[in-house]
């Protein structure tokens, strides 16, 4: 894998964990020989692997990705504090 792609690709994404999953997941697509989406979106991938390929297509936005809205994650009520009983 190469560690510029990694570079670019994290500062675009801003998350480590979540670079990771979207690489993963479209390796897993990649090589699973499913159909249209095993297909690569950029068209030069002579000598890459899986992973290069997937960093080059986030990176030339041939893919995107969506996360949850931290204001909707924060949103779950406290829990209630129980009253000590004498």
């Known amino acids: 894998?190469?560690?510029?792609y990694c570079k670019l690709a994290l500062a675009k994404v801003g998350n480590p964990n979540v670079l990771v999953?979207?690489?993963?997941?479209r390796v897993r697509q990649l090589t699973s020989g499913a159909?249209?989406?095993s297909r690569p979106l950029i068209a030069n991938v002579q000598?890459?692997?899986a992973a290069d390929i997937a960093l080059l297509e986030l990176l030339e936005d041939k893919m995107g990705y969506e996360t949850p809205l931290i204001d909707k994650v924060m949103e779950a009520p406290a829990p209630r504090k129980r009253r000590r009983s004498h």
């Open 35 to 37: 159909g249209g989406s």
């Open 1 to 4: 894998m190469n560690s510029e």
């Open 47 to 49: 000598n890459l692997g």
């Open 21 to 25: 999953n979207i690489i993963s997941r």
